[in-house]
């Protein structure tokens, strides 16, 4: 079936570092893939969105660029924050249902 | 402000009770969902619903029942047949198909613990 696997964490980065935090799917077709953010003690966000190969979605310094041959959705940023500290899920959604990966624990130090 | 309010934030259960979790939003969406969190596993989909009385099991339906009476209201009721229920619940909606990418609005989320 279709799943979502992330790179564990947590990840550990100093303030201004540069973030990779790798994301990659199976799926039969071409899904829409998302990453969302969760700050502690909150429900999910959603940080940017791609809908088809080659697209890139960005925000708040974030990026993701989807490939197809690589079947990933890394997400980027240049300099990480502090307020960056967060749990990070990558996703992909299949008909009616959005699959998440497992999460990824970010803590930023200043 | 358009969103989703879950209730309660906190809830505390005996052992061998069921309790239901409120999730109602604003934002006229017609599809609802409803994740459960645990640490390392990520969110995992219990029921979801994309149109007013009609609902779906998602991949841990087993111990949990939910109804679909009004567009704004998907609640949740956790059995005493679920057989570890501690968990973090979260609701979601989404305008549903076929409205292109299917991006979800969460709610804060309920954290359920069976003393």
């Known amino acids: 079936g279709d799943s979502v696997t992330q790179m564990e964490g947590p990840v550990t980065l100093s303030e201004e570092a540069f973030l990779t935090i790798n994301c990659t799917y199976t799926a039969t077709g071409y899904p829409s893939l998302f990453w969302y953010v969760q700050y502690p003690g909150e429900g999910l966000q959603l940080l940017l969105k791609a809908t088809k190969a080659d697209d890139k979605g960005s925000n708040k310094g974030f990026e993701a660029t989807y490939r197809k041959e690589t079947t990933s959705f890394h997400l980027e940023k240049g300099s990480v924050q502090v307020s960056d500290s967060a749990v990070y899920f990558c996703?992909?959604?299949?008909?009616?249902?959005?699959?998440f990966g497992k999460g990824t624990r970010l803590h930023i130090l200043p | 402000d358009g969103g989703i309010t879950q209730s309660p934030k906190y809830l505390f259960r005996k052992e061998g009770q069921n309790v239901t979790l409120s999730c109602e939003q604003n934002?006229?969406?017609?599809?609802m969902y409803w994740y459960r969190q645990d640490p390392g596993q990520g969110l995992r989909l219990i029921y979801y619903s994309q149109i007013v009385n009609d609902f779906q099991k998602g991949d841990i339906a087993e111990g949990y029942s939910v109804s679909r009476e009004k567009k704004e209201s998907f609640p949740l009721t956790v059995t005493s047949a679920q057989k570890n229920p501690t968990a973090f619940y979260l609701c979601a909606s989404s305008m549903g198909l076929p409205s292109g990418a299917n991006v979800l609005t969460f709610g804060a989320g309920s954290r359920l613990t069976v003393l």
């Open positions: 996703a992909l959604d299949r008909d009616d249902k959005i699959i």
């Open positions: 934002l006229n969406h017609d599809a």
